[in-house]
């Protein structure tokens, strides 16, 4: 954070915040990045959790809470991600898993809109966050409408090949098991605009033990009916 204001609270409590937009963080970690003392770093992470600003993954690290992805919801200006918010919340309670909408910019896909499950174990990612295109079942469903030669480009450093893209548009979803991140499985979907064109990918994802190493038998019909939901929203036909 560049700027400060005059409340010097309030500018560590942001310190915090732009810190664990970067991704999950120990203590120790956000400490080290904050330049905040331990104790205040613990203070400010945990009074921020109490209004859903923060909260902590399954393996107590600090992250981006519910509350930030209510905010950047209020003030979408792009209609897919104003649509998407019920659209995934029902994805979410259908499945039982966190569910995401993720669009392509160039050699990332960014996590634009997220309905998270409200207990348990889950596969968290916050709205904002980037992440490659070269793993992951949204990847897949991004990269499988486009033009083979724009596609190959990417897929020669990914997780997986121009013949799964193929699988992936013949069928109308990707799967993927431990692709981007190991013990998480996702499905995911096409999001198509008027024009035909694939525009996003809405996923779900969660623990493997939950979705099973074939996770696409358990959700990818749910996941196809967001995307076509989705889809029409934006006037496919």
Same mark, same amino acid.
């Given at each position: !954070?560049?700027?400060?204001?005059?409340?010097?609270?309030?500018?560590?409590?942001?310190?915090?915040?732009d810190?664990?937009?970067?991704?999950?963080?120990?203590?120790?970690e956000?400490?080290?990045r904050?330049g905040?003392? +331990?104790?205040?770093?613990?203070?400010?992470?945990?009074?921020?959790?109490?209004?859903?600003?923060?909260?902590?993954?399954?393996?107590?690290?600090?992250?981006v $809470? %519910?509350?930030?992805?209510?905010?950047? !919801?209020?003030?979408?200006?792009?209609?897919?991600? #104003?649509?998407?918010?019920?659209?995934?919340?029902?994805?979410?309670?259908?499945t039982?898993?966190?569910?995401q909408?993720? +669009?392509?910019?160039?050699?990332? +896909?960014?996590?634009?809109?997220?309905?998270?499950?409200?207990?348990g174990? +889950?596969d968290?990612?916050?709205?904002?966050?980037?992440? %490659? !295109?070269?793993?992951?079942?949204? @990847?897949?469903?991004?990269?499988?409408w486009? %033009?083979?030669?724009? @596609? @190959?480009?990417?897929?020669?450093?990914?997780?997986?090949?121009?013949?799964?893209?193929?699988?992936? #548009?013949?069928? $109308?979803?990707?799967?993927?098991?431990?692709e981007?991140?190991?013990?998480v499985?996702?499905?995911?979907?096409?999001?198509?605009?008027?024009?035909? #064109?694939?525009?996003?990918?809405?996923?779900?994802? $969660? %623990?493997?033990? #939950?979705?099973?190493?074939?996770?696409?038998?358990?959700?990818?019909?749910?996941?196809?009916?967001?995307?076509?939901?989705?889809?029409?929203?934006?006037?496919?036909?």
């Amino acid at each position: !954070m560049t700027q400060r204001s005059s409340v010097g609270v309030l500018d560590k409590a942001v310190t915090v915040l732009d810190c664990l937009a970067a991704g999950p963080a120990s203590l120790a970690e956000l400490t080290e990045r904050t330049g905040l003392s +331990r104790p205040t770093a613990y203070r400010l992470a945990v009074a921020l959790e109490v209004h859903g600003y923060v909260e902590r993954d399954n393996q107590g690290r600090f992250m981006v $809470g %519910p509350t930030i992805a209510k905010l950047a !919801m209020a003030v979408q200006s792009d209609p897919l991600e #104003r649509i998407a918010g019920p659209i995934l919340e029902r994805l979410c309670n259908t499945t039982h898993e966190s569910a995401q909408l993720y +669009r392509r910019s160039g050699n990332v +896909r960014r996590c634009v809109a997220a309905a998270d499950r409200s207990s348990g174990l +889950r596969d968290t990612v916050p709205v904002g966050a980037e992440l %490659p !295109m070269s793993a992951g079942s949204a @990847a897949q469903v991004l990269l499988a409408w486009e %033009p083979e030669i724009d @596609a @190959a480009a990417l897929t020669a450093a990914s997780k997986f090949s121009i013949a799964t893209l193929a699988t992936v #548009r013949k069928r $109308g979803w990707a799967s993927s098991v431990a692709e981007r991140e190991a013990g998480v499985a996702s499905v995911s979907a096409p999001v198509f605009n008027s024009e035909g #064109r694939v525009v996003a990918a809405v996923s779900v994802s $969660g %623990p493997i033990d #939950r979705l099973t190493r074939t996770p696409g038998r358990l959700h990818a019909d749910a996941v196809v009916a967001a995307g076509r939901r989705l889809s029409q929203a934006m006037g496919a036909r």
